[in-house]
């Protein structure tokens, strides 16, 4: 309750904006792939890896029940994939207001290119990858926000401003 929840595709900001975000607003900042991480005592990766991709979106859902009784007026950013579960976008809002940080392709593959952490984005053609997911992803992500942002060239306090007008 009260909190603001940051969601988007991978690489569009939601780690930076929401660290910036929570030193302006003076609120603290979660982020779940974090949470997870420290719960588990192993990266993304290694959870992807032994235990599957299906095993991971339970452990962000737990997670996200766990957050709605314990938090409050907190910035949280969310895993990239957390809302294509349609039951997390009910989770989501009880949480708080949903504000979704959108980023064409170009520019998520711009930041990601060499990024190692993101199991989903290994191996061949990641721009492909990007792509492919993006399409699939993004009416999700516009159902679940209650505030789109659009990122795209944009620096951060021009974010941040639109954000704190916005929610
Ligand atoms: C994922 C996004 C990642 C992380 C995992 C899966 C996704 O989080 O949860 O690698 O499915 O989009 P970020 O959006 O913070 O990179």
């Known amino acids: 309750m009260g909190n603001i ?62 957050l709605i009784q314990t938090e409050k007026n907190r ?9 294509i579960r349609k039951e997390n976008h009910i989770l989501l809002k009880q949480l708080g207001t949903v504000v979704y940080l959108r980023a064409s392709a170009e520019t998520i593959y711009e ?23 993006m399409e699939q992803r993004l009416v999700i992500y516009e159902q679940a926000a209650d505030v789109i942002i659009d990122v795209d060239g944009k620096d951060f306090d021009t974010i941040l401003d639109e954000i704190i007008a916005k929610v």
């Open 111 to 133: 930041r990601v290119k060499n990024d190692t952490t993101r199991p989903l984005l290994q191996g061949e053609n990641p721009k492909e990858k990007i792509e492919n997911l």
């Open 75 to 83: 910035i949280i950013s969310v895993g990239g994939g957390l809302p």
């Open 5 to 66: 929840i940051l969601i988007g595709f991978m690489g569009c900001g939601k780690s930076t904006v929401g660290i910036k975000l929570s030193y302006r607003m003076r609120r603290s900042m979660l982020d779940t792939d974090k949470l997870i991480e420290k719960e588990e005592g192993r990266t993304i990766s290694e959870i992807f890896a032994t235990d599957g991709e299906v095993y991971f979106r339970d452990l962000e859902t737990k997670c996200l029940k766990n």
